[in-house]
């Protein structure tokens, strides 16, 4: 099928990628020119294992191209997704600026019976509101359209696009419903569950999945302060709470909380929408609520542990990403940590394995940046574990002790068995299990 991608982002770039992979020929369009230059000159703007491969596997066929022109895109495109982004207003509701931005470039590229799929994270009514702004600006062209919710993971976006759990759409034609069966052909055709429902169902179903994951992320990470004050061990916790397949023991990991572009983005927007609509979501704003009182408390562990004030302390600080596998900072818990140990007048040394370049441009100027774990630990009274990137869980704990003097580690990710650091001599703090 002819397929045109609106917007290059994590989402949209893996998945024009996916697409063209799947034997589609896909174009994929941005606006952003550094971005499209970046991709025409064979190199990925962002980090994303796998994706590499499977732009240069496509593009190399000549079933990928890129461009920043809407003029250059194909009239025949049968399907057009637009997967641009849909950043937050301050009262939580949702900028939708970049998505009927889109809807405006292509509608002149669309041709009878060619389908418009929104694949952005859109409140519930935005789909058809899409319909209605299709249908002024090509009057009687007959063009069909589609939800098509993405919820692929940051750092496993790649193997999330081409082995999903479930494909959501939701559909008002037969027309579009088939358009997205031969889209999705190979998922069909592998056993993925598909649900076809109508479009405001889709919508929400997005919303409702991150909110839920929220919800449980911050009922997990409030039993993990009553495991530190009770002496329980919350990963125990959580193992003996998942082992019932009615709760599941996916996303139960208690940290510092949870970042990243689309949880709390898409949490604040279920709330904001169900305000609106006049219902209310207590549930959802307490999760928002526990999230947000983290970042103090996770300060205060750190302060526990240097010992108050914190002012004139060093502190390394070990990954700034808001998880593992990625580049991105965007709401990151370990970006505020950063920022209130700067505010308290601690000095901090940064390290992270992807995440240096995007962090000089959005923590204090007062953050010095380290060229690896070791190199910010130098000199330091405290190591703070913030992201769980793989190396910062096998540190060498003799180098640790000899640039730490009376070391203690304050670990937000649990990467360490205490008794571990217990044995080398170092003080440890971490999340829903006593110091040692
Ligand atoms: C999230 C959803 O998981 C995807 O299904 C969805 O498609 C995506 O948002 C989106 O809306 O586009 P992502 O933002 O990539 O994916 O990140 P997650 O893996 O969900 O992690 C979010 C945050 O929760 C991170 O800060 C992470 O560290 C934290 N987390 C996650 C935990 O603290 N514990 C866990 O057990 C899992």
Redesign the pocket.
């Known amino acids: 099928m002819r397929i045109t991608v609106s917007g290059a982002g994590?989402?949209g770039l893996v998945t024009a990628a996916c697409l063209a992979d799947f034997g589609h020929d896909v174009v994929s369009v941005d606006i952003d020119p550094s971005k499209i230059g970046m991709l025409q000159a064979g190199t990925v703007p962002m980090f994303e294992p796998g994706l590499d491969e499977i732009l240069d596997r496509t593009v190399a066929a000549g079933r990928l191209r890129f461009t920043t022109d809407y003029a250059a895109v194909p009239s025949e495109t049968e399907v057009a997704f637009i997967v641009v982004g849909t950043p937050r207003y301050e009262d939580g509701s949702v900028d939708l600026t970049h998505v009927f931005a889109a809807v405006e470039q292509l509608a002149p590229r669309l041709s009878q019976g060619s389908t418009v799929v929104v694949k952005s994270?859109v409140p519930v009514g935005t789909t058809a509101q899409v319909a209605q702004s299709l249908a002024e600006l090509r009057p009687g062209l007959g063009v069909f359209v589609a939800a098509n919710?993405?919820?692929?993971?940051?750092?496993?976006?790649v193997q999330?696009f081409l082995t999903p759990e479930r494909v959501v759409v939701g559909v008002d034609s037969p027309e579009a419903a088939d358009a997205m069966r031969l889209v999705y052909q190979p998922l069909l055709h592998a056993d993925v569950p598909f649900l076809f429902t109508t479009i405001e169902t889709a919508e929400l179903v997005?919303y409702a999945?991150?909110a839920f994951?929220?919800t449980?992320?911050s009922f997990?990470?409030e039993i993990a302060d009553l495991c530190e004050a009770s002496g329980a061990i919350v990963e125990d916790v959580a193992r003996g709470i998942g082992l019932d397949s009615r709760i599941g023991s996916?996303?139960?990991?208690?940290?510092?909380?949870?970042?990243?572009?689309?949880?709390p983005k898409?949490t604040q927007a279920l709330l904001h929408t169900s305000r609106q609509f006049g219902t209310g979501s207590r549930i959802v704003g307490a999760a928002l609520d526990v999230n947000e009182e983290r970042i103090h408390r996770m300060v205060g562990k750190i302060e526990a542990a240097v010992g108050a004030p914190l002012a004139g302390r060093r502190v390394a600080m070990l990954g700034i990403t808001?998880?593992?596998d990625?580049d991105?900072i965007r709401?990151?818990?370990a970006v505020e940590i950063v920022r209130e140990l700067v505010e308290a007048g601690a000095l901090v040394r940064l390290f992270d394995p992807q995440g240096l370049e995007r962090a000089k441009s959005v923590v204090p100027p007062q953050v010095e940046f380290a060229a690896d774990a070791y190199d910010a630990m130098t000199g330091a009274d405290c190591v703070v574990i913030a992201?769980?990137w793989k190396q910062f869980g096998t540190l060498d704990l003799d180098q640790l002790k000899d640039r730490v003097a009376n070391p203690v580690v304050v670990d937000l990710?649990n990467m360490y068995d205490p008794a571990t650091l217990a044995a080398a001599g170092i003080r440890y703090s971490s999340i829903g299990r006593r110091d040692i």
């Open positions: 994590y989402a994270t919710p993405e919820f692929l993971r940051q750092g496993a976006a999330d997005k999945s991150n994951l929220s449980k992320l997990i990470n996916g996303f139960l990991r208690a940290g510092p909380g949870f970042g990243g572009a689309c949880l898409d808001f998880k593992a990625t991105d709401e990151s818990p992201t769980e990710r």
